[in-house]
């Protein structure tokens, strides 16, 4: 019996390497574990992708097309696009589940807010599930991760995720490396430190 692929939907603000993070796990996956991938596109926003997309948003409606045809400003485009996704979740959903891979690996809008917080997000999380399993990987950007303050919204940030998505969620600082670890390290195993901060 063939398991179920796993999906892996990729969360975060705008800037945090959704895209190349998307592209670099899934070369390491096929590389270093030899598992087939798949890479889902569902930002209608991006002008490219760093991995050629096994499926995407763009072949049925772009940012740039919307605010040309509806006349709206790049924001009104994005949550049409997120109206769009919603009224088509059956055939998106329909066409990924098509495509066989191990695992899938979902690039999601730039504007998380946009996914998270509108019915789309939510609405595509909960066919992706009923097609395999599915989980969330939240990026924090390392700019919020530079204060005590930023760490704790972002932290939020990945609760509201998970809890509007209602799938297990990964919080993850991308481009750590340009951080200090040594506080990053303290902020997570002190609590008192991080409250006191």
Same mark, same amino acid.
């Given at each position: 019996?063939?398991?179920?692929s796993?999906h892996?939907?990729?969360?975060g603000?705008?800037?945090?390497g959704?895209?190349?993070l998307t592209?670099?796990?899934g070369k390491?996956?096929? #590389?270093n574990i030899?598992l087939? %991938?798949?890479?889902?596109n569902?930002?209608?926003g991006?002008? @490219?992708t760093p991995?050629? /997309?096994?499926f995407d948003?763009?072949?049925?409606f772009?940012?740039d097309?919307i605010?040309?045809?509806e006349m709206?400003?790049?924001?009104g485009?994005?949550i ?5 996704m919603?009224?088509n ?5 329909g066409?990924?589940s098509m495509i #066989?891979?191990?695992?899938?690996? %979902? ?6 807010e946009?996914f998270? @917080?509108?019915?789309?997000? /939510?609405?595509?999380a909960?066919?992706l ?5 599915a ?5 924090i950007?390392?700019?919020f991760?530079?204060t005590?303050t930023?760490?704790?919204i972002?932290a ?6 998970q ?9 993850i600082i991308?481009?750590a490396?340009?951080?200090?670890k040594k506080?990053?390290?303290k902020?997570?195993t002190? /609590?008192?430190y991080?409250?006191?901060?």
């Amino acid at each position: 019996m063939k398991l179920k692929s796993l999906h892996v939907l990729f969360i975060g603000p705008a800037g945090s390497g959704k895209s190349t993070l998307t592209a670099s796990f899934g070369k390491w996956l096929e #590389e270093n574990i030899g598992l087939k %991938v798949a890479y889902i596109n569902l930002d209608p926003g991006c002008a @490219f992708t760093p991995f050629k /997309p096994d499926f995407d948003i763009r072949e049925f409606f772009t940012v740039d097309q919307i605010m040309r045809d509806e006349m709206l400003g790049p924001n009104g485009a994005m949550i049409k696009a997120a109206e769009l996704m919603e009224k088509n979740v059956k055939e998106i959903i329909g066409r990924i589940s098509m495509i #066989e891979a191990d695992i899938k690996l %979902v690039d999601t809008p730039g504007q998380m807010e946009i996914f998270v @917080f509108r019915p789309s997000g /939510p609405k595509i999380a909960e066919a992706l599930c009923k097609k395999g399993p599915a989980l969330a990987v939240y990026i924090i950007d390392p700019y919020f991760a530079r204060t005590a303050t930023g760490l704790a919204i972002a932290a939020s940030l990945s609760i509201a995720t998970q809890l509007r998505l209602d799938i297990p969620t990964i919080a993850i600082i991308n481009k750590a490396d340009i951080l200090g670890k040594k506080s990053i390290e303290k902020y997570f195993t002190d /609590p008192e430190y991080l409250r006191k901060a």
